[in-house]
Structures are given as structure tokens and as C-alpha cells.
């Protein structure tokens, strides 16, 4: 029920900088983790950059310094400003969240993939 899109995706010279959206839809009451995954060909999906439960971030080593997540509850949208660029870390961009949809009256707890952006990173 929950479905997450995410725009921004493509390819960028090195060193150079893209930003990456992803807005959640549905009738979601509460996000609890909210972030993007990358996944280069053949390789697993490897967390990048997340807003934990309490509201922190955490980041992948290889990313730190250079990335930067941010969000707006009020549109439960994620974003990923990625500066620097590096080839290493071309390939899928996947939003990820989790929490719980529906109302008061009736709650159930969701784990949402989005489609992803293809072939993003340095060109």
C-alpha cells in the first residue's frame, strides 16, 4: 500500500554532484527509518545513507563526508545530496522506508522498496 518513487537519478562527471528525491505515498501514520541503498551490477544492495528510528543518520564509511541525507515529514520525502563522485559508487539508487500505514483505528506495519535509480553516479 505504501509506495515509494524516486527521481534525481543519472550520471554526473567525477567529482561532480547529484541529489536524489524519494517521496512516500500512501495513507502512512509514522516512518520510522527512511534512506537510499545502492546496488552496483552483481553486487548485493549496501546501505548508503539512513535516518535510524530516534532521527539520527547513519552513512556508509564511503560515503561520509560526501553525501549528505536529508527529509521533510511533512511530505515524507527523502533526499541524497551526493557530492564528489567516484565510478566506485555507480549503480542503483534504492529509497527504502519502513513504518506503519493506515489510521488509528487500524495500523500495520510496512517495509517498502523503491524502484530504484538506474545507472546512477559518475559517468
Known amino acids: 500500500q505504501v509506495q515509494l518513487v524516486e527521481s534525481g537519478g543519472g550520471l554526473a562527471q567525477a567529482g561532480g554532484s547529484l541529489r536524489l528525491s524519494c517521496a512516500a505515498s500512501?495513507?502512512?501514520?509514522?516512518?520510522?527509518?527512511m534512506g537510499w541503498y545502492r546496488q552496483a551490477p552483481e553486487k548485493q544492495r549496501e546501505l548508503v545513507a539512513v535516518?535510524?528510528?530516534?532521527?539520527?543518520?547513519n552513512y556508509a564509511d564511503s560515503v561520509k563526508g560526501r553525501f549528505t541525507i536529508s527529509r521533510d515529514n511533512a511530505t515524507n520525502t527523502v533526499y541524497l545530496q551526493m557530492n564528489g563522485l567516484k565510478t566506485e559508487g555507480t549503480g542503483g539508487y534504492y529509497c527504502?522506508?519502513?513504518?506503519?500505514?493506515?489510521?488509528?483505528?487500524?495500523?500495520?506495519?510496512?517495509?517498502?522498496w523503491g524502484q530504484g535509480t538506474q545507472n546512477t553516479g559518475q559517468s
Open positions: 535516518f535510524t528510528k530516534g532521527g539520527s543518520t
Open positions: 500512501g495513507i502512512i501514520f509514522s516512518i520510522n527509518t
Open positions: 527504502r522506508a519502513e513504518g506503519l500505514y493506515g489510521n488509528d483505528s487500524h495500523l500495520i506495519d510496512f517495509a517498502a
